[in-house]
């Protein structure tokens, strides 16, 4: 039986030691590498063609770097020599070189050159090209893994809800780039992303643009989607006939797709938010940012994000000294605000 009950009006929370023992953090850990996670946009290939990808070493403990050559490829970044790192920062070129002994490859993986090596027996062989990772995008989104199930199917709750959204057109913009480490487990800033019962307490300004009444949240599989409805004058989309929700004023889409991934759709643009666990209670949380209309930039529910960061990094570290007390060990759940959470916590101990 799973220790989350499937009626949350009966279920409690998740026991205390999924945010304080390092042994349940190191199981929940593995499942990352099981999952998709956000690689890049392509607007990043406009200056660059190397693209290296730390974000997703800390969530797959695998060092990847995108290539564009004939098409886009997700290569290991790993020389096949003795293991040097290539890719260190983003580059324009036409081939991969490791700057410690001078291996080159192509940007499709294949090893094309290496000095002193002439009398090396059966050399090249397989073995010296770079190993090539999956690699999917969808509208302009470029995701990677391990081992992950179907993206699209992931994805089809978001795709009949935005898919009108020129995503596609997104500019990258390197200034909205944030990397912040917290004392908190990573599945307290899940559990407080998921859920808009904290806002009128924490987020005074964000509860003055949102409509706290119509703010709703709804759940399929693999995650979770929260709206948030603007207060009349407030920022909003301009909704197509074709969208799901045309006639509304909807501020913002707030996307989680498990373990760690947020997409927030603002009328601006989106902010993605990636959730990397470094231990127990430290995780690191990276901000990008990608801008479809500069004249909305500072304006609704995206117009402060720095603010609102500061002020949920605020409360969940407070939050991860508090569940490490002696003091606490489970909760309840607000049956009306916390669905997400209680779906969050289902999916996880289920893994």
């Not at 998709?36 to 990043?44: C, M, P, R």
């Amino acid at each position: 039986m799973s220790i989350i009950n499937p009626d949350i009006s009966k279920a409690e929370t998740l026991p205390s030691r999924f945010y304080t023992d390092g042994e349940t953090f190191e199981q929940l850990r593995k499942c990352f590498a099981s999952h998709w996670h956000f690689a890049a946009h392509v607007s990043e290939f406009e200056d660059n063609n190397v693209i290296p990808l730390p974000h997703l070493e800390g969530l797959m403990k695998e060092p990847l770097v995108l290539t564009k050559g004939d098409e886009v490829r997700c290569l290991s970044n790993v020389c096949t020599h003795r293991g040097m790192l290539i890719a260190n920062e983003k580059c324009n070129g036409s081939s991969l070189r490791c700057t410690y002994h001078g291996r080159t490859f192509a940007l499709d993986g294949c090893m094309k050159h290496m000095p002193e090596f002439e009398d090396v027996e059966n050399f090249p062989s397989s073995n010296d090209h770079l190993p090539i990772f999956p690699l999917a995008e969808w509208n302009g989104l470029l995701f990677s893994t391990l081992e992950g199930a179907n993206l699209e199917q992931l994805l089809e709750p978001i795709i009949e809800r935005i898919g009108w959204l020129p995503i596609s057109d997104f500019k990258y913009d390197s200034s909205r780039e944030r990397d912040w480490e917290i004392d908190a487990n990573w599945a307290l800033y899940v559990d407080n992303y998921l859920e808009g019962f904290h806002i009128p307490y924490v987020h005074e300004e964000l509860h003055g643009v949102l409509d706290y009444d119509d703010y709703l949240t709804e759940l399929f599989d693999g995650g979770v989607l929260q709206i948030g409805v603007a207060r009349e004058g407030e920022m909003s989309f301009d909704l197509p006939k074709s969208s799901p929700d045309y006639g509304q004023q909807i501020a913002a889409y707030y996307y989680w797709i498990f373990p760690g991934l947020m997409l927030n759709f603002y009328p601006w643009g989106l902010s993605v938010n990636i959730i990397s666990p470094i231990s127990v209670d430290k995780t690191r949380i990276i901000y990008r940012g990608y801008v479809w209309d500069e004249a909305k930039l500072g304006q609704g529910a995206g117009g402060d994000l720095d603010k609102v960061e500061m002020e949920d990094q605020f409360v969940v570290e407070a939050t991860q000294r508090g569940v490490s007390s002696s003091a606490y060990e489970r909760g309840r759940y607000s049956p009306t605000r916390e669905t997400g959470v209680h779906h969050f916590h289902r999916i996880m101990t289920s893994q």
